[in-house]
């Protein structure tokens, strides 16, 4: 009963990450950036083992408040943006943020890290050099994105370090409330999560 308890709560929210063409694909990985625009990469492939292969965990991604979908392991999102900075969110069992100032004719690899084993896994961003990022998004595969690159505005917000407390309480609720009103958590887990929330208070 243990054990099928637990594969109810391992499957809660799986399903698999709605992917592109291997056109698509293929081209993503050409790695060339137009000489006016950034790519930021933003990807999962942390050998999450049976949580990233028989039991996958989708994770929410969004973008300066624009929610672009969801991520599987060995799944990447590929933006062509303006420069700038971004900042990108992910949602699991915290919320993490990271801020991203991107520059003309460059590349950006940002990792997301799930923790493998736990039953309440947690969610980390990163900046990843390019030699990491390149060998790790060629080894993933692209899924599509909800929002088209050219509807993501570049943010007034400065860079600063990852950190899951940086961002306050009352706009991580409104994250929160965006994800349930975009059909991407359920009335439970929106409760459950904006109670973790409020705790913090």
Not at 128 to 147: L, M, Q, R
Request: aromatic share 6%.
């Amino acid at each position: 009963m243990l054990l099928a308890g637990a594969l109810i709560i391992l499957l809660t929210g799986c399903a698999s990450a709605p992917a592109k063409s291997s056109s698509h694909d293929a081209n993503a990985k050409l790695f060339l950036a137009p000489a006016n625009r950034a790519l930021i990469f933003i990807y999962r492939n942390g050998n999450e083992g049976i949580r990233g292969t028989i039991l996958p965990m989708l994770v929410t991604v969004s973008v300066n408040g624009f929610t672009l979908g969801q991520t599987a392991d060995k799944t990447y999102f590929r933006l062509n943006v303006k420069p700038g900075t971004y900042t990108i969110t992910s949602l699991a069992e915290n919320v993490a943020k990271l801020n991203l100032t991107v520059e003309a004719g460059k590349i950006y690899y940002v990792q997301q890290e799930v923790s493998a084993w736990s039953l309440s896994p947690k969610i980390s961003l990163q900046q990843v050099d390019e030699n990491k990022g390149h060998a790790d998004v060629f080894e993933s595969k692209i899924i599509a994105s909800n929002i088209a690159d050219a509807k993501l505005t570049v943010s007034d917000t400065p860079t600063s370090a990852p950190s899951e407390t940086q961002a306050p309480i009352s706009e991580k609720l409104r994250e929160l409330q965006g994800l349930k009103n975009d059909g991407l958590i359920t009335e439970d887990e929106f409760k459950k999560k904006r109670q973790q929330l409020l705790e913090k208070l």
